[in-house]
């Protein structure tokens, strides 16, 4: 359990450290986001990021929020076939689940570690702008290329301009047994002017 403990300490630790590096970078200052009351990262007024960190791996990006509404990022081990179908009917939804079955165990667990992934990266990308909780059975991942590509559904509407239906594109890259996946929301007009 202490090792445990530790493990989660320095990978907490070293997604911090990516973020000073991020926001020097950016900014030309040092700034560590203190985490918040809901657990996210607290970003300076005019900067949208994301933090992730997982088994060994952290990383972050960071954005001016001129640019950016939101951002996503999110890292994961590869899954393998028999975690993946014990995770499969929490993380994929009824139409994602479709052939799953008549798939090979290296492809079932590459979808549900993909979906799980991706729509982690939704939900920080979207958190910090609707301010309301939404699970793995609210979004659908649909239209994955071999380029890494995909598009989200939102399946519930959520606060502000996000209706179901509403569209969002992601980005994922598999390397060393690690997914990684990126969900960017430009900014808009509106929100641009407001800055």
């Known amino acids: 359990m202490q090792k445990g403990v530790r493990k989660r300490q320095a990978e907490f ?3 911090r450290l990516c973020a000073l590096e991020a926001m ?3 900014t030309g200052k040092p700034f560590v986001p203190p985490v918040g009351e809901d657990r996210a990262p607290q970003w300076p007024q005019g900067i949208v990021g994301s933090i992730t960190h997982s088994a060994g791996w952290a990383g972050v990006v960071a954005g001016h929020r001129q640019h950016w509404d939101g951002l996503g990022l999110d890292i994961e081990r590869l899954l393998t076939p028999e975690r993946a179908d014990r995770l499969a ?16 165990l290296g492809e079932r667990a590459a979808l549900v ?11 920080k990308a979207l958190y910090p702008l609707v301010r309301q909780r939404f699970y793995f059975q609210d979004a659908a991942v649909a239209e994955v290329t071999q380029h890494g590509t995909a598009r989200l559904h939102l399946l519930i509407d959520l606060p502000g301009d996000w209706r179901k239906g509403a569209e969002l594109d992601g980005q994922f890259a598999t390397f060393d047994g690690y997914l990684l996946s990126l969900v960017c929301i430009p900014a ?3 929100s641009v002017a407001s800055i």
């Not at 009917?89 to 090979?104: H, K, N, Q, R, V």
């Not at 570690?113 to 939900?123: A, V």
């Open 13 to 15: 630790l070293a997604g």
């Open 24 to 26: 020097r970078g950016l």
């Open 89 to 104: 009917s929490e993380i994929l939804t009824p139409s994602e689940l479709e052939g799953y079955a008549l798939m090979s």
């Open 113 to 123: 570690t993909r979906t799980f992934s991706l729509k982690e990266s939704l939900f």
């Open 188 to 190: 808009r007009p509106s």
